[in-house]
């Protein structure tokens, strides 16, 4: 009777041992500090998505800066252009040379021009209705190359410049009296590109 408690006592034992080597507990590395290694990494990660976050915002930032600089630039160049084709020139009936109010007027649009490089220039030439459509297209082209040669003697670039002449085709005032011929003698800007 004592052998067999023996055994069984020496069964428990063995099984004790057996079970208690089979959970051993696994071993975490650790600094001197006492942070795991998984926690290292963890917040090497957040630390890795922070700074992702905060680069992806400094991106947005400057794309915003960028989007609102360019479109306070093309609000700056509308209001250039209209400062520009706000004003045209006018002519004595059968005249092309420049009066002294179409020569300030050209002197301000030279001036914005030259403020603004990336700016090129139509220029129409007008006339009145009476005379044939031939005499009037080389009068309206006259008067378009006057306002032309005028700008680029004030130191326009000439690639930045063109001329057109539409002759009678295109009144500004389509009444038939001295009035309206006078409002149709004229030299008329539009902007090309910018």
């Known amino acids: 009777m004592r052998g067999i408690w023996v055994v069984g006592l020496g069964l428990v034992l063995a099984m004790v041992m057996a079970f208690g080597s ?4 696994r ?13 290292a990494e963890r917040a090497a990660e957040e630390a890795r998505l922070r700074e992702e976050a905060r680069l992806r915002e400094q991106q947005l930032a400057e794309e915003r800066l960028a ?3 360019s479109e306070a630039e093309r609000a700056r160049l509308g209001q250039v252009a209209e ?5 045209m020139i006018h002519f004595d009936f059968d005249r ?3 009066r002294s109010d179409a020569r300030e007027i050209l ?4 001036e914005l021009l030259r403020q603004n490089p990336e700016i090129r220039l139509l220029i129409e030439g007008h006339t009145d209705e009476r005379g044939t459509s031939e005499y009037n297209l080389a009068l309206g082209e006259r008067r378009a190359r006057a306002a032309y040669e005028f700008l680029v003697l004030l130191g326009i670039s000439p690639n930045r410049l063109q001329i ?9 005032n389509p009444a038939s009296n001295e009035t309206a011929w006078a409002q149709n003698r004229r030299a008329q800007f539009r902007i090309l590109d910018m």
């Open 27 to 39: 071993q975490v590395e650790s600094d001197p500090l006492g942070i795991s290694a998984v926690d």
């Open 107 to 110: 002197q301000t649009k030279s």
């Open 83 to 87: 400062m520009i084709t706000a004003n």
């Open 67 to 69: 989007r609102e600089r």
């Open 96 to 98: 092309y040379d420049l």
């Open 22 to 25: 089979g959970c051993a507990k």
């Open 164 to 172: 057109v002449s539409y002759g009678k085709e295109r009144p500004l």
